[in-house]
């Protein structure tokens, strides 16, 4: 699971410089555990790119509760998200919960951003630069989406206005009317 997308693991030569250290990964070679399926294509680097099982239930397990990656939920206690007011997943919280699912399955026994072995730093802010690259866009906007689907099942990127005769919409109408009211100094 950790070991660089862009190396082949299969290769004999590759693995045991890997295992025996004489290929130091750098924080910014990203390891296949981030793809869905464990699959990375060469060809289409962003398929499946931050859409592995073991991230989402990492990102649940730290933000909503360790239960919540149970299709039936038994928390008793609200999660970090809720009491956090957390409604939507960030790319910094997708970048977090990356960097401590790597940790946990590396054999580093203390996490420090500053570890040159495992270069956590670097790990979460290369992932961070992808996600607010202004040329990836749409691809991170699918994959905000995607996320939000896995984590918040009541989540739409849809805006939900109130309904033209609903009791919410007359307050806000009556309330846009008062204040203006008091802007113009009729109140």
């Known amino acids: 699971l950790l070991h660089p997308a862009g190396l082949d693991w299969a290769n004999t030569e590759t693995k045991t410089k890997l295992v025996t250290g004489q290929i130091q990964v750098a924080g910014d070679q990203w390891p296949v555990f981030l793809y869905a399926n464990?699959?990375?294509?060469?060809?289409?680097?962003?398929?499946?790119?931050?859409?592995?099982?073991?991230?989402?239930?990492?990102?649940?397990?730290?933000?909503?509760?360790?239960?919540?990656?149970?299709?039936?939920?038994?928390?008793?206690?609200?999660?970090?998200?809720?009491?956090?007011?957390?409604?939507?997943?960030?790319?910094?919280?997708i970048a977090y919960v990356a960097t401590q699912a790597r940790f946990g399955l590396t054999s580093a026994q203390v996490f420090s951003r500053t570890d040159h072995v495992t270069d956590s730093e670097r790990f979460y802010n290369s992932i961070l630069d992808l996600l607010d690259d202004d040329n990836e866009k749409d691809e991170v906007d699918q994959l905000l989406t995607w996320w939000n689907r896995q984590v918040f099942p009541l989540y739409s990127d849809i805006e939900r206005l109130p309904s033209k005769n609903s009791a919410l919409a007359r307050i806000r109408q009556k309330r846009a009317e008062y204040k203006e009211r008091q802007e113009n100094g009729t109140a």
């Open 38 to 93: 464990y699959t990375y294509d060469p060809e289409d680097p962003w398929n499946g790119l931050l859409c592995s099982g073991l991230l989402v239930s990492a990102f649940k397990h730290i933000f909503t509760s360790p239960s919540s990656i149970d299709q039936e939920p038994k928390a008793t206690r609200s999660g970090n998200a809720r009491i956090h007011g957390m409604r939507a997943v960030t790319k910094a919280s």
